[in-house]
């Protein structure tokens, strides 16, 4: 049976994913900005910035949060993915009040999201060369 913690992680880091998107939708309200501007006050780009970064950054997280999760541990897995999350919420915090202070949110997810591709690797090679 396919473990829930690996798609709780994926359903949270979707949920925050959507928050970041309705967050653009209250700062293009609040600064001014109608759509499709993408340019206004820094507040409003680095409102912006949170939702975009983190869609580009979910397309490398989920694929490395599966494979580990399958070819390493899925608790493990969604541990790291927690991680990433927190690490997210860090960089939104952060940049939401100066794009100096997303640092730390940023170090957080980036390592955990390379300790998930370096794992899946380690893992899918084990797999495939020792145990198969």
């Not at 939708?25 to 910035?49: D, L, N």
């Not at 970064?53 to 608790?75: A, G, K």
């Amino acid at each position: 049976m396919l473990s829930p913690w690996p798609t709780l992680i994926t359903l949270i880091a979707l949920i925050f994913y959507f928050w970041a998107s309705i967050q653009v939708g209250i700062a293009r309200a609040k600064y001014k900005v109608p759509a499709p501007q993408t340019s206004g006050p820094p507040e409003f780009e680095r409102t912006m910035r949170v939702h975009q970064n983190t869609l580009e950054q979910l397309v490398f997280f989920l694929p490395v949060l599966w494979i580990f999760s399958l070819y390493v541990d899925p608790r493990w897995g969604a541990g790291l993915g927690a991680g990433w999350i927190l690490g997210r919420i860090l960089y939104a915090w952060g940049y939401y009040q100066a794009a100096e202070k997303r640092g730390p949110g940023f170090a957080i997810a980036s390592l955990s999201a390379l300790v998930l591709l370096l794992g899946s690797l380690v893992g899918v090679i084990w797999q495939t060369f020792f145990i198969a």
